[in-house]
């Protein structure tokens, strides 16, 4: 495995095409709007390396035997589905942000799958070369962009209907030695500080739509791929010279990326679908299904940390006894560990697929995300209503630190008494961050957008949730006789 220096190191060394605000970044690493996103997926590899987290932050690869990170295993049991969820638990409380790594480990458990059934009904052979993609991704124990969303251009229409045919990432020849293809992947979480992406078909597809079927790997540095960095709500803050108060979470974050693939080469050996269309819905849903499930944890980490924060704004306004204070507090626990007892509920009730890994309960899963595309708002109302207005109209940090106006700022927002008006200033900046900052995109609108909109999840939910044995059970319990209908 590697050390969190290692993978700081090895990020240095791709020569990634990153563009942010009209300029090509040179180094990613080091660019204050980008390192707090790096210092989430760094803490991935730090936790991994305690003796403390050694349980829950890594696993037995079945592939080699050998120790790996977890975000890198092919789940074996429901015990490791289980693990997972708690893994991003621990991931969300120590970092308040999205830490990105999860997109690749659902990725590769949705494809290792897929193209386990694929290649038994078709005779194809993609599975060992993704179990040699595998191989090579935990023994170098790498970060991977796992890429589904197409920008999609006109949803009324099919991919190969739309009239820019670059609006789904396709193939645009196919050689004897690998494929060439063009398109892109939108709201790419953590695609910069990825060494690799895995992509994927992001709708179930028809005969029509077959150069659209598609999934392979490539280095995030291959000939053809370049970045656009996704712009985040007072993301301009981080450029402020000692930005530090302002920020409320100073150290962590999370990104997106609009990822372009200009006319990319994929060598055969990293090529897991090509034109097999019958099966871009089954990796679609599997990928979605775990990446559901994967919400039920991180969400829930960053809803502690808010939590926390609400409650502590509570004790620095003083009114930690208010009845009403308590009882939101009491609130939003509850809502945080329901969406917890969906993400182990749905891994507890996961199952073996016919490739050997192990996949969660996909009704359960998509229940899971339904829940979050709604409660973290809940949460976040909540948190706001503690915190005060103040959240939103205190001055800056800049003012406050004035030789002049500073004393002013720490005079008259001070709060309850034995408290400094700098720590109270802190914890609204957190809530701030969380709730409307930059890490409002990973707490607020990807619970909303992230693994799907509220409308997939419902798709999901009325195909997987047997309306029709449940009107057996009614007619059972009312004695129902049908044949008397027509009487
Ligand atoms: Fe992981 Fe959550 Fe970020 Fe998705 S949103 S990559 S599950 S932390
Ligand atoms: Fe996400």
Not at 156 to 178: F, N, T
Not at 238 to 253: M, R, T, V, W, Y
């Amino acid at each position: 495995m590697m050390t969190k220096n290692e993978y700081i190191e090895s990020l240095r060394k791709l020569k990634l095409k990153v563009y942010f605000k009209g300029e090509l970044i040179e180094n990613p690493v080091d660019h204050p709007m980008i390192r707090p996103s790096m210092n989430s997926v760094a803490k991935t590899y730090e936790l991994a390396e305690k003796e403390e987290y050694r349980d829950i932050m890594t696993a037995i690869s079945n592939l080699t035997g050998k120790r790996i990170n977890r975000f890198c295993h092919l789940h074996q049991s429901t015990d490791d589905l289980v693990k997972k969820v708690k893994m991003q638990r621990l991931m969300g409380q120590q970092t308040a942000a999205c830490f990105q790594r999860c997109v690749g480990m659902d990725a590769f458990n949705a494809i290792y799958s897929t193209t386990y059934e694929m290649d038994q009904a078709l005779g194809t052979e993609y599975h060992k070369r993704f179990v040699e993609y595998m191989k090579y991704v935990q023994d170098n124990d790498l970060t991977v962009d796992g890429a589904m969303t197409d920008p999609k251009g006109d949803r009324g229409l099919a991919p190969s209907k739309q009239e820019d045919p670059d609006m789904y990432l396709h193939i645009v020849e196919v050689r004897p030695d690998g494929i060439v293809v063009r398109g892109a992947k939108a709201h790419q979480t953590g695609a910069i500080n990825s060494h690799e992406h895995l992509i994927m078909p992001t709708v179930a597809m028809k005969e029509d739509d077959k150069d659209y079927a598609v999934s392979f790997a490539c280095p995030s540095d291959a000939e053809g791929i370049f970045m656009v960095y996704g712009r985040q709500s007072c993301d301009t803050r981080k450029l402020e010279p000692g930005a530090d108060i302002d920020l409320g979470n100073s150290q962590f974050g999370g990104h997106e990326a609009l990822v372009v693939f200009d006319n990319v080469f994929i060598p055969n050996e990293r090529v897991f679908m090509c034109k097999e269309y019958q099966f871009a819905g089954m990796m679609v849903e599997r990928f979605a299904g775990y990446h559901r499930q994967s919400y039920g944890g991180c969400k829930v980490g960053v809803g502690d940390v808010l939590i926390g924060a609400a409650a502590l704004a509570a004790d620095y306004n003083g009114v930690p006894k208010a009845s009403h204070i308590k009882d939101k507090l009491i609130e939003m626990m509850h809502l945080n560990e329901t969406l917890y007892a969906c993400g182990i509920a749905c891994s507890s009730e996961g199952e073996k697929m016919p490739a050997g890994n192990y996949q969660i309960n996909l009704l359960l899963a998509n229940v899971c995300k339904q829940n979050v595309t709604r409660m973290p708002y809940e949460i976040a109302r909540l948190a706001e209503d503690i915190a005060g207005g103040l959240m939103v109209t205190m001055p800056s940090e800049q003012d406050f630190k004035d030789e002049k106006i500073g004393p002013y700022v720490k005079k008259y927002l001070k709060g309850a008494v034995g408290v400094s008006t700098e720590n109270r200033l802190r914890i609204l900046r957190l809530i701030e961050n969380i709730t409307l900052g930059t890490a409002a995109v990973g707490y607020r609108t990807e619970s909303m957008h992230g693994a799907g909109s509220p409308q997939a999840q419902r798709i999901m939910i009325s195909r997987q949730g047997n309306l029709a044995a449940k009107k057996e059970l009614a007619k059972v319990i009312a004695k129902i006789d049908e044949s008397q209908n027509r009487q």
